[in-house]
C-alpha cells in the first residue's frame, strides 16, 4: 500500500512533532530539510560501509576467491574493523604539502555527492528538496568534483599526484559532455527536469526502453565521471602509485573513498531515476524499496564492469569520449527529436 | 524572526563571502590560492542567485564558475610556472603606475555606468521557475543570436584544437 509507506508516516509524525513546538510552518520545513539532510548522510555513511564490503566479495566471487571471510559471519564486519582502524590511525601531514589546499581537498571532494542527494527521487513524495532543475543540478554540482582532485594532486606538491589530478580533471571535464548529452534524451521525452517528474511521466513504459543507446552512454560516462575501473587512470597505482591519494593516510585517505562510493551511489540512484522508472514497481513494496533495489542492481552492474574490463590508455580514454561517444549521444538526441515529432505528427 | 530578516541575514552572509574571497583572491601572493578563492567567490554568487529565486542561472553559475573557469585558470597556472607554488606569482614593482592608471580608469568606467542607471529594486523576483521563461526567449526570440553565438564558439574550438595539434611535420 503506498499511502501507508512507512517512510513517510514518520515524516508526517516529525513534522507533526515540530510543529507543536517551531513556531511558523516556515521553521518547520527548515527543520524538515535538516531531517532530510541527517537522513541522506547517515544512508551515504552506512552504504559506503556496505558497498565496500559488497564490493571485496563481488571481486571475490569474480576472481574465484573467498573475499574478506575472517570477522563475523561472511566477514561482514571486515569492513568496520577497517573504519575503526582508519580513524585511530595518526593524522599524518607530510613535509612538502600546501598545508591548506591539501587539508582542505578530501573536504570538497565530499561535498558534491552529499548535495546531489537532495534531488534523489528515493519514493513518491519523498524527494529531500524536489527542485524544478533537479537533473541539471545534478550536473552542476558534481562537476565541481573536479576542482577537489585538482587541489588534492597539487597540494600534495608530489609529482605522482599532479600527473593524478591532471588526468582527473582531463577525464571528468571530457566525459561530463557525453553525461549530459546522455540525460538530454531522457529530458527530451519528459519535458521536465524535475527527478520527481520524469519518474511519474515513467508510470508506462520505462526509458531504458526507449533510450537505449543513451542508457549505454550514461553507464560509461558515469563510471569515468566517478574514476571508477575500467577509467581510473587518475590512481592508476600501476603507473602513478595513487595519483591525487598518494600523499594521503588514515581518516582524509578514506574520505575520498567515502566520496567515491557516495557518488558510485548517486549516479546510480540518478540512473536509476533516468531508465528504470525510479519509485514505480508491483506495489506489494513501497516505491523507496524498489527504487534502492534498483540502484543497488545497477551499482552491482558498475562493479561488475570494474572486475571485468582492463585498465585505459590515456589516449583510448579520450579517443573513447571524443570519437564515440559525443557522436552516438549527438545521433541520439537528433533520432530522439525526429522520434518526438514524427509521434507527435501521428496525432499521439 | 520573519522570513525578510532571514533573508536580509542571508544576503549579506552570502555577499560577505563573495567580497571576502574576491579580497583574497586579489591579495594572495600564491596564485593557485587566489585561483581557489576565485572559485569561492564565484560559486557564492550562485548563492546569491538563489537567494533571487534565479535557480537555473544558480546552477550554470556552479557548472561553468565553480567546474571549469577555475579549473582553467589553475591549469593556466601550473603549465605555465614551475612547481614551486611559493614562486609562482610574477610581481612586477617597474611599471605599476601604469597598472595603477589602468586600473583606476577600468574602476571609474565601471563605477560610473553604475551609478547613471537606474535598477528596479522591486517587483522583479518572481517566483515561477526560470527555466521556462529563459528557453522561451533564447530558443524563440533570439534564436538567430544564440545559434550565432554556438557557431562562434564551435569556431573557437576548432582553432583551439588546431592550435594544440601544432603544425605538420616536414
Keep these: ?88 590511525k595518526e593524522d599524518y601531514r607530510p613535509q612538502g604539502v600546501d598545508k591548506w589546499v591539501w587539508a582542505m581537498a578530501p573536504v570538497v571532494l565530499f561535498v558534491p555527492p552529499v548535495m546531489v542527494y537532495a534531488v534523489l527521487p528515493f519514493g513518491k513524495n519523498l524527494v529531500p528538496v524536489d527542485l524544478n532543475i533537479g537533473i541539471f543540478y545534478f550536473v552542476a554540482v558534481s562537476s565541481v568534483a573536479t576542482i577537489a582532485f585538482l587541489m588534492a594532486g597539487w597540494g600534495s606538491n608530489n609529482k605522482y599526484s599532479v600527473i593524478g589530478g591532471m588526468r582527473a580533471v582531463a577525464q571528468m571535464v571530457s566525459y561530463e559532455i557525453p553525461l549530459v548529452f546522455s540525460i538530454l534524451g531522457v529530458v527530451m521525452l519528459t519535458g521536465s527536469l524535475q527527478t520527481s517528474v520524469i519518474v511519474e511521466k ?11 543507446v543513451a542508457f549505454v552512454i550514461y553507464l560509461i560516462a558515469a563510471a569515468a565521471e566517478t574514476n571508477r575501473m575500467p577509467f581510473d587512470l587518475v590512481e592508476g597505482e600501476s603507473e602513478i602509485i595513487a595519483g591525487p591519494f598518494t600523499e594521503y593516510s588514515g581518516m582524509r585517505w578514506a574520505m575520498f573513498f567515502l566520496a567515491e562510493y557516495a ?11 533516468l531508465f528504470l522508472g525510479g519509485w514505480h514497481g ?14 543497488y542492481v545497477m551499482i552491482f552492474v558498475f562493479m561488475w564492469v570494474r572486475w571485468t574490463f582492463p585498465r585505459l590508455r590515456v589516449d583510448q580514454l579520450m579517443a573513447l569520449c571524443w570519437k564515440y561517444l559525443i557522436p552516438v549521444s549527438l545521433a541520439n538526441i537528433l533520432i530522439t527529436g525526429i522520434g518526438i515529432f514524427a509521434y507527435r505528427a501521428m496525432g499521439g | 524572526m520573519s522570513n525578510e530578516a532571514v533573508y536580509g541575514i542571508m544576503f549579506y552572509l552570502v555577499s560577505a563571502v563573495v567580497l571576502l574571497s574576491a579580497v583574497a583572491a586579489v591579495t594572495l601572493r600564491n596564485l593557485i590560492h587566489a585561483a581557489l578563492f576565485l572559485a569561492i ?48 606569482n610574477p610581481v612586477n614593482t617597474k611599471t605599476y603606475i601604469w597598472g595603477l592608471g589602468i586600473t583606476g580608469a577600468l574602476f571609474a568606467v565601471i563605477m560610473l555606468s553604475l551609478l547613471k542607471s537606474k535598477f528596479a529594486m522591486q517587483g522583479l523576483i518572481s517566483k515561477e521557475p526560470s527555466i521556462e521563461g529563459l528557453a522561451r526567449l533564447m530558443l524563440g526570440d533570439f534564436l538567430i543570436p544564440f545559434e550565432f553565438a554556438a557557431i562562434l564558439l564551435l569556431a573557437a574550438m576548432i582553432g583551439a584544437i588546431i592550435l594544440a595539434r601544432g603544425g605538420e611535420a616536414k
Design chain 1, 1 to 88: 500500500m503506498p499511502n501507508d509507506d512507512i517512510l513517510l508516516r514518520i515524516g508526517a509524525s516529525l513534522r507533526e512533532l515540530f510543529a507543536g513546538v517551531l513556531p511558523g510552518p516556515d521553521a518547520v520545513d527548515v527543520a524538515m530539510y535538516f531531517v532530510a539532510l541527517i537522513a541522506c548522510v547517515a544512508l551515504i555513511f552506512t552504504n559506503a560501509v556496505i558497498l565496500i564490503l559488497a564490493e571485496r566479495k563481488v571481486a571475490g566471487f569474480m576472481q574465484s576467491r573467498l573475499g574478506p571471510h575472517r570477522l563475523g559471519p561472511y566477514g561482514m564486519f571486515q569492513t568496520v574493523a577497517d573504519v575503526i582502524k582508519l580513524l585511530t
Design chain 1, 202 to 212: 515513467q508510470s508506462g513504459i520505462w526509458f531504458i526502453l526507449l533510450q537505449p
Design chain 1, 263 to 273: 557518488s558510485l551511489f548517486a549516479v546510480s540512484a540518478i540512473a536509476s531515476t
Design chain 1, 282 to 295: 508491483p506495489s506489494f513494496l513501497p516505491g523507496w524499496v524498489w527504487f534502492l533495489g534498483k540502484t
Design chain 2, 41 to 88: 567567490s564565484f560559486v557564492s554568487v550562485a548563492g546569491i542567485y538563489v537567494l533571487l529565486h534565479a535557480d537555473f542561472l544558480a546552477a550554470v553559475q556552479v557548472l561553468i564558475y565553480g567546474g571549469a573557469i577555475p579549473v582553467l585558470i589553475a591549469f593556466g597556472v601550473m603549465l605555465t610556472r614551475t612547481p614551486g607554488a611559493a614562486g609562482s
